[in-house]
């Protein structure tokens, strides 16, 4: 090869073998591009044109561009001549007929398969619009009947046309779904299958080039073996000329590659084994991010597409829940369940609450499986599980004293502790319900429950009945049954227990047993002397007389009843008495009623929580637990419980307080549902009667029995009273505060104190505010004061008192001044300022007052019976001779309740 130069470098002229072809580049050495960048910048860049082309002597030209031919062949396409780029006209370059057949076979089933998907395609679209149009038209013909249904005049129908009509609706509504489940499956099976066949024809199409592929690289190889010619070799010529720096030099000299770039692939220097192998891609460029970052996109869009079924979800329902709430729930879109909500009638928000129902509804119309809960489903399994019979162990009995006031119930059970209660009871009554147990010399123990007598603590007695096991009621023997009397045997029978009549004070003079028994009898209590089932015992609590019998009597009953319960599982029982002391909080008189009751306990009662802090018996000694029929004061507690509420231990503090949050809840919704009632009430009375005058009071106590018993007995005096309402702010335990006084303040209410006193601020702000606090200690004193306030607040009644009569014998006009009747008075007196009627035969015809009163000249206070007087009527003339003047006076008298 030789290679001439012009002498202004401008023509080049490269010799290929022996002079048989000549290839010109009649190109500068250099040109100059300006390249544009943004915001109107350019700049001229100097471009340098390199060829390279090495060709062995004798070769075949085929193969001058650098293996290209070899790269056709290994691809599968026809070769071309070096100069004119026309496919190759030898033989050995071109396909075979093999080849060519197999070529052609590929493309027409890749025609046909192209075809056959745009025909299936074409058949969806199509049965898609088809769908979609018979969709419409039903709806549009659901429109029109409705529109004509509403047009048209109602028309009768009977209850069984009715019934038919909405089965056939419902039948019919069942036949579209199934049709339209079934019409979804059989599409769903054709697209499988219309799947796997195009999975098919991919995998042979695949492997039919793969062995294409192969048999071309190997056609080719066997060519380029033949020639004796690879991509290396180099003639010594150009390696001489390259030695000697000549114009190849530069040619072949590689461009600079910057640091961390991949090596580029030179031109000339792709072998045929490098075709056939995965080695000659090393030095390659690679994809670039941008392609890759779309590919990743395309394979998340795909793999979002396949996850795009439906999934059906537990969606728990409360019986309130927020629209937003139960589209979280469900996992749709807010709009899409407000929609929901719209087609079924109802306008709501995306905070609007629904019910529970509604809420089913939309749950069950998106597919999704409904879990309805309720907000009291929080205390379910709260009680435990049911005892076996192997776990239950005896127990002692729980009895409860009752009976009328002042019959000795108190006095006998400290005859039975052989303590003195009686004395530290205010008045001597007993006010607070004590729970005590005792010990019998044989080793028995008994619980005993004292109730109040007195009228006002019927709650106390109708709750220590339903605690208890056994009712012993106490009557004296002196004053036999008297009111409470009866009442305990009412609480009693409906409480279900037995009873034992104990006839105490028998040891007194006028005591009569007997009387006692015959009066009982008509109260349907039989005691054994009569030929009942009831026992009975005399005994006198003073004097000790009969009380081994009676202890004798409880433990009979109680075995006859076999109580017994589990003491290894969770403490339950009921709240005796609740208060608030001072350095304790909080404190609550329990009676264990199974179970053992520990200290450390975490337990429920009423709308209040706590953990048990110690355990305190009967006789002031901390224990450390308290087993079955047990009474114990619990410390611990977060707030003051009711009287009667149930005490139950919980798991954990959790659950304990979900619990009491929910019966807080439940108990402040009936407070506001009665305040709202009585609200209504009061009005229709003020608009039938008139202003209704109201009694505010604040009471505060020292145990919740006693402030209960007070606010149930001052609601009880105003019951029949349409004028007068006591109303009760506020009723709680503990000691008089600033807040009380404060409250009492803004109402005008007063405040009573029951066995507690005011503190320091509270007193002071009291003294400020001028709110009257009063104290006591004994019931009755509290209802007799609170009585005699209400009958202030009622409007006195008017009474009408005769005074006299007088004669009009001459009537006088007088100028300014109008007519004036001469009188004579006849009887009694008649007063100035007194009211007066004027009768005309017998007939009133005026009831007024007198304008003046005169005898002579002078203005009188009165006259009296046989003088002569002057009379004139406020704002009345029309008085003639011979009528009569009636006079009387009104006095007003206070009411009491």
């Known amino acids: 090869m030789s290679d001439t130069k012009d002498q202004d470098r401008k023509t080049k002229t490269l010799t290929l073998g022996k002079g048989k072809s000549t290839l010109r580049a009649n190109r500068p050495a250099g040109e100059q591009v300006r390249q544009s960048f943004s915001h109107g910048r350019s700049k001229a860049v100097q471009v340098e044109h390199k060829q390279r082309k090495r060709v062995a002597e004798g070769g075949n030209p085929a193969l001058a561009d650098g293996g290209a031919a070899a790269r056709r062949a290994a691809e599968g396409l026809p070769g071309r001549s070096a100069r004119s780029g026309k496919p190759a006209a030898g033989g050995g370059r071109g396909l075979s007929q093999a080849e060519r057949e197999h070529r052609e076979r590929a493309l027409r089933a890749m025609r046909e398969e192209a075809f056959k998907r745009e025909a299936e395609e074409a058949k969806r679209r199509d049965a898609e619009a088809a769908r979609k149009a018979a969709e419409e038209a039903a709806r549009q013909e659901a429109d029109t009947l409705a529109e004509a249904a509403a047009s048209a005049e109602p028309e009768?129908?009977?209850?069984?046309?009715?019934?038919?009509?909405?089965?056939?609706?419902?039948?019919?509504?069942?036949?579209?779904?199934?049709?339209?489940?079934?019409?979804?499956?059989?599409?769903?099976?054709?697209?499988?299958?219309?799947?796997?066949?195009?999975?098919?024809?991919?995998?042979?199409?695949?492997?039919?080039?793969?062995?294409?592929?192969?048999?071309?690289?190997?056609?080719?190889?066997?060519?380029?073996?033949?020639?004796?010619?690879?991509?290396?070799?180099?003639?010594?010529?150009?390696?001489?000329?390259?030695?000697?720096?000549?114009?190849?030099?530069?040619?072949?000299?590689?461009?600079?590659?910057?640091?961390?770039?991949?090596?580029?692939?030179?031109?000339?220097?792709?072998?045929?084994?490098?075709?056939?192998?995965?080695?000659?891609?090393?030095?390659?460029?690679?994809?670039?991010?941008?392609?890759?970052?779309?590919?990743?996109?395309?394979?998340?869009?795909?793999?979002?597409q396949a996850s795009q079924e439906k999934v059906v979800r537990d969606v728990v329902i409360p019986d309130v829940i927020t629209v937003g709430e139960l589209a979280n729930r469900m996992a749709e879109r807010s709009a899409d369940v407000i929609k929901s909500l719209m087609r079924m009638g109802m306008m709501a928000t995306i905070n609007q609450s629904i019910d529970a129902d509604t809420a089913q509804l939309v749950v069950e119309e998106f597919g999704h499986k409904v879990q309805r809960v309720s907000e009291s489903d929080v205390e379910a399994g709260i009680e435990g599980e049911a005892d076996t019979d192997a776990d239950l162990l005896p127990r002692p009995p729980v009895v409860t004293i009752m009976g009328h006031v002042d019959h000795g119930k108190t006095s006998l059970l400290d005859a039975l502790r052989e303590t003195d209660v009686v004395s530290r009871e205010a008045g001597g009554i007993t006010q607070h319900i004590g729970a005590y147990q005792i010990t019998m010399p044989?080793?028995?123990?008994?619980?005993?429950?004292?109730?109040?007598?007195?009228?006002?603590?019927?709650?106390?007695?109708?709750?220590?009945?339903?605690?208890?096991?056994?009712?012993?009621?106490?009557?004296?023997?002196?004053?036999?049954?008297?009111?409470?009397?009866?009442?305990?045997?009412?609480?009693?029978?409906?409480?279900?227990?037995?009873?034992?009549?104990?006839?105490?004070?028998?040891?007194?003079?006028?005591?009569?047993?007997?009387?006692?028994?015959?009066?009982?009898?008509?109260?349907?209590?039989?005691?054994?002397?009569?030929?009942?089932?009831?026992?009975?015992?005399?005994?006198?609590?003073?004097?000790?007389?009969?009380?081994?019998?009676?202890?004798?009597?409880?433990?009979?009953?109680?075995?006859?009843?076999?109580?017994?319960?589990?003491?290894?599982?969770?403490?339950?029982?009921?709240?005796?008495?609740?208060?608030?002391?001072?350095?304790?909080?909080?404190?609550?008189?329990?009676?264990?009623?199974?179970?053992?009751?520990?200290?450390?306990?975490?337990?429920?009662?009423?709308?209040?929580?706590?953990?048990?802090?110690?355990?305190?018996?009967?006789?002031?000694?901390?224990?450390?637990?308290?087993?079955?029929?047990?009474?114990?004061?619990?410390?611990?507690?977060?707030?003051?419980?009711?009287?009667?509420?149930?005490?139950?231990?919980?798991?954990?503090e959790g659950r304990a307080r979900d619990i009491a949050e929910y019966r807080d809840r439940k108990r402040r919704e009936k407070e506001q549902?009665?305040?709202?009632?009585?609200?209504?009430?009061?009005?229709?009375?003020?608009?039938?009667?008139?202003?209704?005058?109201?009694?505010?009071?604040?009471?505060?106590?020292?145990?919740?029995?006693?402030?209960?018993?007070?606010?149930?007995?001052?609601?009880?005096?105003?019951?029949?009273?349409?004028?007068?309402?006591?109303?009760?702010?506020?009723?709680?335990?503990?000691?008089?505060?600033?807040?009380?006084?404060?409250?009492?303040?803004?109402?005008?209410?007063?405040?009573?104190?029951?066995?507690?006193?005011?503190?320091?601020?509270?007193?002071?702000?009291?003294?400020?505010?001028?709110?009257?606090?009063?104290?006591?200690?004994?019931?009755?004193?509290?209802?007799?004061?609170?009585?005699?306030?209400?009958?202030?607040?009622?409007?006195p009644t008017t009474k009408e008192t005769f005074i006299g009569y007088a004669e009009i014998r001459q009537v006088f006009n007088i100028t300014k001044v109008g007519k004036v009747a001469g009188c004579y008075i006849t009887e009694g007196i008649v007063r100035r300022g007194a009211g007066v009627r004027l009768l005309r035969d017998n007939v009133v015809i005026h009831e007024g007052k007198l304008k003046t009163l005169k005898r002579f000249k002078d203005e009188v206070r009165e006259a009296r019976e046989g003088y002569e007087c002057g009379m004139a009527f406020e704002n009345y003339d029309d008085i003639r001779e011979g009528d009569v003047i009636e006079c009387f006076e009104i006095e007003e008298v206070a009411r009491e309740l």
Request: aromatic content about 2%; proline content about 3%.
């Open 156 to 304: 009768i129908l009977d209850a069984e046309t009715l019934r038919q009509r909405e089965l056939a609706e419902l039948r019919a509504i069942e036949e579209a779904e199934s049709k339209r489940k079934a019409e979804e499956a059989k599409q769903r099976e054709a697209e499988d299958r219309k799947r796997k066949a195009e999975e098919e024809v991919a995998k042979a199409e695949e492997e039919r080039r793969k062995a294409a592929a192969d048999r071309s690289a190997q056609a080719a190889m066997a060519k380029a073996g033949a020639a004796g010619l690879t991509e290396t070799e180099e003639t010594p010529a150009s390696r001489g000329k390259k030695g000697r720096g000549g114009p190849g030099a530069d040619r072949a000299r590689p461009a600079s590659r910057g640091k961390g770039e991949p090596r580029r692939r030179q031109s000339g220097k792709l072998n045929v084994s490098q075709v056939l192998s995965d080695d000659g891609e090393e030095g390659t460029r690679g994809r670039s991010l941008s392609a890759m970052r779309r590919a990743r996109e395309r394979e998340r869009m795909r793999a979002e």
């Open 442 to 652: 044989a080793g028995d123990r008994i619980t005993f429950i004292d109730t109040p007598g007195h009228a006002a603590f019927t709650e106390m007695r109708a709750r220590g009945a339903n605690t208890t096991d056994v009712v012993v009621l106490v009557v004296a023997a002196d004053d036999s049954v008297m009111p409470q009397t009866i009442e305990a045997i009412s609480h009693a029978k409906a409480a279900g227990v037995p009873m034992i009549v104990a006839v105490n004070k028998v040891d007194l003079p006028d005591a009569n047993p007997m009387k006692v028994k015959s009066e009982l009898l008509s109260y349907d209590v039989q005691v054994e002397d009569m030929g009942g089932e009831v026992q009975c015992v005399e005994v006198s609590a003073k004097q000790g007389i009969g009380l081994d019998k009676l202890e004798e009597s409880i433990l009979l009953q109680a075995e006859i009843l076999e109580l017994k319960a589990n003491p290894g599982r969770a403490a339950a029982g009921s709240v005796v008495e609740a208060k608030l002391e001072r350095g304790r909080g909080a404190v609550a008189t329990v009676l264990i009623q199974k179970g053992t009751l520990k200290v450390g306990d975490v337990f429920v009662t009423g709308a209040h929580w706590g953990r048990v802090r110690a355990l305190i018996d009967d006789r002031g000694q901390q224990i450390d637990e308290a087993p079955p029929s047990f009474p114990v004061e619990v410390l611990g507690l977060n707030g003051t419980p009711q009287a009667g509420d149930d005490f139950v231990v919980v798991e954990d």
């Open 673 to 795: 549902v009665a305040r709202g009632r009585g609200t209504l009430e009061q009005m229709f009375a003020q608009a039938a009667k008139g202003e209704v005058k109201e009694l505010p009071v604040v009471i505060k106590g020292d145990v919740q029995g006693s402030v209960e018993a007070i606010a149930a007995s001052l609601l009880k005096l105003t019951e029949d009273n349409a004028e007068v309402q006591t109303r009760i702010l506020h009723s709680g335990v503990g000691a008089i505060n600033e807040s009380d006084v404060t409250l009492a303040a803004s109402t005008g209410a007063m405040i009573i104190g029951f066995n507690v006193r005011a503190n320091p601020q509270a007193r002071d702000t009291a003294k400020r505010d001028d709110v009257e606090i009063r104290y006591y200690s004994i019931i009755y004193n509290v209802i007799d004061d609170v009585k005699q306030a209400l009958s202030g607040l009622l409007a």
